[in-house]
């Protein structure tokens, strides 16, 4: 940058010492313009001088200004300091990691608990007992009569209490005897059917005694005897579906375990059912627990033992 037209004759610069007022000027524009052409100190050479020992012959502004912030500076500043994700969720208060503190469990009054269920269950008796008050029948109120009647009697009353005089017949008696002596009154249509039937069975009579070949009562013996064997040996044979080294469980065994299980299932669904809803303590979540437990086997057991064949292992 130029500062004017140069007041050297020379090569060589003048003596500092002999031409003070050669280098009473400004080093830049800026200190011109600022008005400190006419405070400037001595400067002993062409050389600049250092600005710490003149900081008259430099511009009258600092040499660092104070930094400037943004508007955005207080978003730059949280983002640095909570991280660009909590500024964006704001997890003020909220633990990101695994092992967050455990919460403290309030303590519940239950002295407090306890009488205001007292209360409440004699409130519902007091209720219930001023309902069944009322359901009862109320008395029915004696209506006015006048003294003047008061001792005279009724005259239905009287009436009801005349004995009626008449013939004493037993009734029951006689009806029983006209019964036994009745006859049965069939309909047309059975009489009929009887005579067809009676005619039937003489024919059939008639026809077996005047059949000359018969089937002999020894054959119809040995007949029988081979269909009882037939069914023995059906029965004595191997069931298909055993298994080896199992044997069948009986019918009647089979139905009365069966009959057990039931009763067992009613019984513990009826424990289960008994248990307190409200109380929510170590003991009735262990018993809830067996109970729903026990259950299941016995769910298991009935759907085996509700199969027409069950089979028993054999002990080695």
Same mark, same amino acid.
């Given at each position: 940058?130029?500062?004017?037209?140069?007041?050297?004759?020379?090569?060589?610069?003048?003596?500092?010492?002999?031409?003070?007022?050669?280098?009473?000027?400004?080093?830049?524009?800026?200190?011109?313009?600022?008005?400190?052409?006419?405070?400037?100190?001595?400067?002993?050479?062409?050389?600049?001088?250092?600005?710490?020992?003149?900081?008259?012959?430099?511009?009258?502004?600092?040499?660092?200004?104070?930094?400037?912030? %943004?508007?955005?500076? $207080?978003?730059?500043?949280? +983002?640095?300091?909570?991280?660009?994700?909590?500024? &964006? =969720? #704001?997890?003020?208060?909220?633990?990101?990691?695994?092992?967050?503190?455990?919460?403290?469990?309030?303590?519940?009054?239950?002295?407090?608990?306890?009488?205001?269920?007292?209360?409440?269950?004699?409130?519902?008796?007091?209720?219930?007992?001023?309902?069944?008050?009322?359901?009862?029948?109320?008395?029915?109120?004696?209506?006015?009569?006048?003294?003047?009647?008061?001792?005279?009697?009724?005259?239905?009353?009287?009436?009801?209490?005349?004995?009626?005089?008449?013939?004493?017949?037993?009734?029951?008696?006689?009806?029983?005897?006209?019964?036994?002596?009745?006859?049965?009154?069939?309909?047309?249509?059975?009489?009929?059917?009887?005579?067809?039937?009676?005619?039937? %069975?003489?024919?059939? $009579?008639?026809?077996?005694? +005047?059949?000359?070949?018969?089937?002999?009562?020894? &054959? =119809? #013996?040995?007949?029988?005897?081979?269909?009882?064997?037939?069914?023995?040996?059906?029965?004595?044979?191997?069931?298909?579906?055993?298994?080896?080294?199992?044997?069948?469980?009986?019918?009647?065994?089979?139905?009365?375990?069966?009959?057990?299980?039931?009763?067992?299932?009613?019984?513990?669904?009826?424990?289960?059912?008994?248990?307190?809803?409200?109380?929510?303590?170590?003991?009735?979540?262990?018993?809830?627990?067996?109970?729903?437990?026990?259950?299941?086997?016995?769910?298991?057991?009935?759907?085996?033992?509700?199969?027409?064949?069950?089979?028993?292992?054999?002990?080695?």
């Amino acid at each position: 940058m130029c500062e004017g037209p140069s007041r050297i004759t020379g090569p060589i610069p003048p003596d500092p010492t002999l031409l003070r007022d050669y280098y009473k000027c400004p080093l830049s524009a800026r200190g011109r313009l600022e008005g400190n052409a006419l405070k400037l100190d001595f400067v002993s050479g062409p050389l600049a001088s250092d600005p710490s020992l003149y900081p008259t012959c430099y511009s009258a502004r600092p040499a660092q200004p104070a930094p400037r912030i %943004r508007p955005s500076g $207080e978003d730059i500043l949280a +983002k640095g300091q909570k991280g660009t994700v909590g500024v &964006l =969720l #704001q997890l003020e208060g909220i633990f990101l990691d695994k092992e967050s503190p455990p919460k403290r469990k309030e303590s519940k009054n239950y002295e407090k608990e306890n009488v205001r269920r007292i209360r409440e269950i004699q409130k519902k008796c007091k209720e219930k007992e001023l309902a069944r008050e009322h359901s009862r029948p109320q008395p029915v109120k004696a209506l006015w009569k006048s003294q003047k009647y008061e001792n005279v009697g009724s005259k239905v009353k009287a009436k009801i209490q005349i004995q009626v005089e008449g013939t004493s017949i037993d009734f029951v008696s006689h009806n029983a005897q006209n019964a036994k002596r009745a006859q049965m009154r069939r309909s047309r249509s059975l009489q009929s059917l009887t005579e067809v039937l009676e005619q039937k %069975r003489r024919e059939q $009579e008639e026809y077996n005694s +005047k059949q000359k070949g018969h089937v002999p009562r020894y &054959l =119809l #013996q040995r007949k029988d005897l081979w269909r009882r064997e037939t069914e023995e040996r059906l029965r004595n044979l191997p069931d298909p579906d055993l298994p080896p080294g199992h044997t069948m469980m009986p019918e009647s065994q089979r139905l009365e375990t069966l009959g057990n299980l039931k009763q067992t299932q009613a019984q513990l669904t009826k424990d289960l059912v008994m248990l307190p809803v409200r109380a929510d303590t170590l003991g009735v979540q262990r018993r809830r627990s067996e109970l729903e437990k026990k259950l299941s086997q016995i769910e298991e057991a009935l759907k085996i033992f509700s199969r027409p064949k069950v089979f028993i292992k054999l002990d080695s």
